[in-house]
């Protein structure tokens, strides 16, 4: 999450002022030095271009936006168009880099939304009224999932690529692909070409990224499922699984997984 651990950047968006002021003081009970900041719907959290490392969200958000965008809620405010609830906005989320999504709590008043946080990998689900010792025990758990994320990022890889030299944080790439003496990296806004050896790169990477086929090394992070044959990556693309290097990976992903 490319940040200093000490401080966490805490986000909570909850369309309801009461709610987000009772988060906002558990959390600063747990930790005062966190950064708190607060959003009344799905359209003021992504209108804002901070980035945050543990997200607390309604999952009923009903998406009402208050004025300027931000606090403020009162009941009647208009709908926002094409808000989204907590369930759909955590889905966005979880298309961006691994770097920029932040670590989601649900929060909500029914139970039968298990399934859903499940289905967008929350790291946890509070169930309204908040329990003070729960909401703690959560908290302190996030906490240190945070910490274990930047001592999970490694170092950037650092490349020749069109006569000047770039720095590469290991998140921003999906894949990199084999082509005759050059590697090609795969980034979430584009590619980037420079000469160098796949084998001494799948070394160097060893534990977050993995060997799927002679041509392709994937960031294990983005490996959104995959069979025998292929591998789908978590923007969609698809990439080829030679039968040699199937268990490896298999291996090499259960390992990653478990970290």
Do not use: W
Not at 3 to 13: G, L, N, Q, S, Y
Not at 81 to 94: F, I, S
Not at 159 to 183: C, F, M, N, T, W
Not at 227 to 250: P, Q
């Amino acid at each position: 999450m490319g940040k200093d651990v000490e401080t966490i950047r805490v986000a909570i968006c909850d369309d309801e002022a009461n709610i987000r002021s009772l988060l906002a003081s558990l959390v600063r009970r747990q930790d005062p030095t966190c950064q708190i900041t607060e959003y009344a719907g799905s359209n003021a959290y992504l209108q804002d271009e901070r980035e945050h490392d543990l997200l607390f969200l309604d999952i009923e958000l009903s998406g009402r936006q208050a004025p300027n965008g931000i606090n403020g809620m009162e009941p009647g405010d208009a709908q926002a168009p094409g808000a989204m609830n907590g369930v759909e906005l955590a889905r966005k989320l979880r298309r961006l880099p691994l770097s920029r999504q932040p670590v989601i709590i649900f929060v909500t008043g029914y139970d039968s939304y298990v399934y859903e946080a499940f289905d967008v990998e929350a790291f946890q689900y509070l169930l309204k009224p908040l329990d003070e010792i729960r909401f703690g025990d959560v908290f302190r758990r996030a906490a240190e999932k945070i910490a274990a994320c930047e001592g999970q990022q490694g170092r950037p890889l650092i490349i020749q690529s069109a006569g000047v030299s770039r720095v590469v944080a290991l998140p921003d790439i999906y894949y990199i692909e084999s082509q005759s003496h050059k590697l090609l990296l795969h980034l979430r806004d584009g590619c980037l070409e420079y000469y160098g050896k796949m084998g001494d790169l799948e070394q160097e990477l060893q534990g977050r990224f993995a060997r799927i086929h002679k041509g392709y090394l994937v960031n294990l992070a983005y490996v959104e499922q995959y069979s025998r044959s292929e591998a789908v990556l978590t923007d969609g693309t698809r990439l080829m699984i030679s039968k040699r290097k199937y268990d490896a990976f298999a291996r090499a992903h259960l390992r990653f997984l478990r970290q």
